[in-house]
């Protein structure tokens, strides 16, 4: 015996589970006052260089900044607790890549997930019966608020992956590559066209949202919102497609050099592309394209 200590998967898959689930809970009782979030909607104005303008207009932004990070924390707790009774229930407890399948659902179904609801259940802002209003004369397109290449990027990987599947499956066919992996193949590439579709879905209903705001300021700040929820399902589409884009070079990879091993192929190239697409989408965060900014803010950075 070398006298190291050995855990089994299962149980560190426990502890990390038990580790992470520590997060919502505090998470949820520092935000259980109705006033919390002062500070972060100051460093949201401050990032994004937008004024707070009005007290109504810092207590919208205040009251959608708590609602985001509560749901995105109950959506944690739950996360925690199902992949905790899978852990125990099932052989997935003892993978190595029990990890990689917990961030997935984290980034892809907790933050993409919560966020849409939350965008497409309440409106930022609920001007005065009486009060002006302002609108645009028509709608604009998840290109507009997110980016040209942030809003292609999804459609890339999946292209990406139809090309590379095929490469794959031809090399499967020819005895290149293990046919057991084929399953694998084809369940990430259907659940890449599904989470495109379903995120397109949901971003046509939060673009036909209506905006009502009684200043170009208040239209500015529910852009804001808007666009940080679209690039988030951009992100979770993004993320998903990569799926079959990274298993694909992997199994490829694997027939092409003869003394590489699976483990080490695959415990690599299908997750690396990961955080990668989360620094992409995190450039823009918080922040509006030029032309969504009021005029008077056009000239220069804003001032809390």
């Known amino acids: 015996m070398d006298g190291s200590i050995h855990i089994p998967f299962e149980v560190?898959?426990?502890?990390?589970?038990?580790?992470?689930?520590?997060?919502?809970?505090?998470?949820?009782?520092?935000?259980?006052?109705p006033e919390w979030g002062d500070a972060r909607v100051a460093q949201l104005s401050l990032r994004a260089r937008l004024p707070?303008?009005?007290?109504?207009?810092?207590?919208?932004?205040?009251?959608?900044?708590?609602?985001?990070?509560r749901a995105n924390m109950w959506g944690l707790l739950a996360t925690m607790l199902v992949f905790g009774s899978i852990t125990f229930l099932t052989p997935l407890g003892t993978s190595p890549f029990m990890g990689w399948f917990l961030a997935l659902a984290i980034?892809?179904?907790?933050?993409?997930?919560?966020?849409?609801?939350?965008?497409?259940?309440?409106?930022?802002?609920?001007?005065?019966?009486a009060?002006?209003?302002?609108?645009?004369?028509?709608?604009?397109?998840?290109?507009?608020?997110v980016g040209r290449w942030r809003a292609a990027l999804p459609i890339v990987l999946l292209v990406c992956a139809a090309i590379l599947g095929v490469a794959a499956g031809i090399a499967i066919i020819l005895g290149a590559i293990p046919r057991s992996y084929a399953p694998?193949?084809?369940?990430?590439?259907?659940?890449?066209?599904?989470?495109?579709?379903a995120g397109w879905a949901i971003e046509r209903r939060i673009l036909a949202q209506p905006q009502p705001a009684s200043d170009t300021l208040e239209l500015a700040w529910d852009?804001?919102?808007?666009?940080d929820a679209l690039a988030t399902l951009r992100m979770g589409a993004a993320m998903v497609a990569w799926l079959p884009?990274?298993?694909?070079?992997?199994?490829?990879?694997?027939?092409?050099?003869?003394?590489?091993?699976?483990?080490?192929?695959?415990?690599?190239?299908?997750?690396f592309g990961i955080p990668l697409l989360q620094v992409i989408y995190a450039?823009?965060?918080?922040?509006?394209?030029p032309r969504l900014y009021p005029d008077f803010l056009r000239t220069g950075p804003a001032t809390a």
Do not use: H, K
């Open 184 to 197: 694998w193949l084809a369940a990430t590439g259907a659940l890449a066209v599904a989470a495109t579709v």
């Open 131 to 145: 009060a002006p209003r302002v609108a645009r004369a028509q709608t604009l397109t998840v290109r507009e608020y």
């Open 283 to 289: 450039i823009g965060q918080n922040r509006l394209a």
């Open 107 to 129: 980034l892809f179904v907790v933050v993409t997930g919560c966020s849409a609801i939350v965008t497409t259940r309440e409106r930022l802002f609920s001007p005065a019966p």
């Open 52 to 69: 707070l303008g009005q007290d109504t207009t810092r207590r919208s932004l205040r009251q959608r900044s708590r609602a985001l990070l």
């Open 12 to 33: 560190f898959n426990a502890l990390l589970l038990a580790l992470f689930a520590v997060v919502p809970i505090v998470a949820l009782v520092i935000t259980a006052n």
């Open 223 to 227: 852009d804001l919102f808007r666009t």
């Open 245 to 271: 884009v990274g298993l694909a070079t992997a199994l490829l990879v694997l027939a092409a050099i003869p003394f590489a091993t699976a483990e080490s192929i695959l415990g690599l190239f299908p997750w």
